[in-house]
């Protein structure tokens, strides 16, 4: 029977032929010392190791021997079948921090990664090299980066919906809520939910989304008064002093782009544990992730620094966040708005008002920030009848 045999390396082979020429008197043992960048202590070892033993006991001691830190085999076994039955679509991290988590196994990321290669249950990913261009800002506040990701959310236990994130770019803290679609409204109330947890940013960066930039031109009465075309959005943050940038490219907001990304995985799976299928369902359990996942991915801020101003005494965010239209009042005291009729109680009005659509769906009119009372016509009264 043949017995199995352990191959020698390039440099145990290199080792053994500066052995035997010291052995042999050809070399001193500082000689032999500098050759193989040893010390003269290790050099007489070697000697003795190779008159006492031969060849074979300049191989390592510890080849084609098994790991003293190996992980038994039925711990593999049984990884690797819970991976099958739970975590089919995991990457490796965040299956490792689940097999914790949920089953108690303690078994790092690499290992698991190592694992799933090997029985062909996970491929290894290349990434593209990205390159970064703009330096985090120095200060938390400074500036949040913020965007919608229409996504199946709840897979295919729910509808499609989208996700309102922001996230700081000095830290990388994140907040966000599902929404039906990405428009002004959602935009508008996760603007607020924003504020009232951390207050008011200096600065939001966005994409050019109809919902934040206005396309059209100035009108005539704009143009003279020396005013931008401003989308609804727009004049909210003008209202609240909060400069709005927009990105000219996906890859200039790529701090948001690449955590929506994180999301898709992460959150998804996350909520898939949980068997979350609603939006209600889904806003209640991002209350309790957001803290968990900033605690994990955040990064302190170069200047401890917090440059969110609190909401001033007084102000009332829900008539700034929320969409404003001029409508001329009519001579009978009515206005139209959407195709409905509203009849206007105060008489003391000017020309003008404002119609206030909230995002939480009520309706208000208004005149230089007053509320006017009024109520709602089920049909437009007739021309010949008084107010």
Known sequence: MR???????????????????????????????????????????????????GEAGMIHGLRGKPSSRKTP??????????????????????????????????VSD????????????????TRKRYRCWRERKARFGEMVQMDG??????????????????????????RGWFYEYEGTLPAMDSLKHYIKRYGIPLSVY?????????????????QL???????????ACKELSIEVIHAHSAPAKGRVERSFRTDQDRLVKEMRLQRIKTLEEGNRFLNSYWPKHNRRFSVPAREDVDMHR???????????????TKRV?????????????YQILDRTVGKQIVVEEHTNGKKYLSRQGRRIAFKKLQQLPNQGSKA
């Open 3 to 53: 017995e199995d045999r352990i191959e020698m390396s390039q440099e145990e082979l290199k080792r053994v032929h500066v052995i035997r020429q010291r052995l042999e008197g050809h070399l001193i043992q500082k000689e032999a010392s500098i050759q193989l960048d040893l010390s003269i202590r290790q050099i007489r070892r070697l000697e003795e190791r190779l008159r006492g033993q």
């Open 310 to 324: 609190p909401v001033p005494a007084g102000m009332d965010l829900s008539s700034i966040l929320c969409i404003k």
């Open 110 to 125: 690499e290992t698991v990664r190592h694992w799933l290669i090997v029985a062909d249950l996970w491929k290894i990913k």
């Open 73 to 106: 085999e039925r711990i593999r076994q049984k990884v690797l079948r819970i991976y099958q039955r739970d975590y089919y679509d995991f990457g490796p991290t965040l299956a490792s921090e689940k097999l914790w988590e949920r089953n108690r196994i303690r």
């Open 225 to 235: 008064r020396g005013e931008l075309n401003l989308s609804q959005f727009e004049r």
């Open 149 to 174: 990701s229409h996504h199946a959310w709840f897979e295919d236990r729910g509808e499609i919906c989208t996700l309102m994130g922001y996230i700081d770019d000095a830290t990388g803290k994140k």
């Open 206 to 222: 966005l994409d050019r989304h109809s919902t934040y930039k206005a396309l059209g031109k100035p009108t005539i009465e704009e």
């Open 329 to 341: 009042v009519r001579n009978d005291f009515t206005v139209m708005h959407d195709g409905e009729f």
